[in-house]
C-alpha cells in the first residue's frame, strides 16, 4: 500500500478521487489550499485509490496520510 501524505498543513479543498479509481502516475487526488494558493497532490504511481482518509474542508497537517493506493502490479513508488 502506498501512502500519499500533505506536503504542508491546509485545508482539503477538493477530493479529485473516490475509493475503487484508478489512477495513472502524477494523477491529481486531492487539492490543497493554503495562503489562498490551490496545492495539487499527485499519485506517485499508478494503481487504485483504496481509502481517501480526509474529506473536504477538513484541515489536514503536514505528513497526514489523505490517500492509500493499492500501486499496479510492477509500479513502483518514486
Same mark, same amino acid.
Given at each position: ?5 500533505? *506536503?504542508?498543513?491546509?485545508? #482539503? ?12 502516475? *502524477?494523477?491529481?487526488?486531492?487539492? #490543497? ?24 474542508? *477538513? ?8 490517500? #492509500? #493506493? *493499492? ?8
Amino acid at each position: 500500500m502506498v501512502e500519499v501524505r500533505a *506536503e504542508l498543513i491546509g485545508n #482539503l479543498w477538493k477530493v479529485q478521487v473516490k475509493e475503487g479509481d484508478q489512477v495513472s502516475a *502524477e494523477d491529481i487526488l486531492v487539492i #490543497l489550499e493554503s495562503m489562498k494558493m490551490e496545492i495539487p497532490i499527485t499519485a506517485p504511481v499508478a494503481g487504485t485509490v483504496h481509502s481517501v482518509l480526509a474529506r473536504e474542508g *477538513e484541515v489536514v497537517e503536514e505528513g497526514q496520510v489523505v490517500v #492509500l #493506493l *493499492e500501486p499496479s502490479a510492477g509500479t513502483e513508488p518514486s
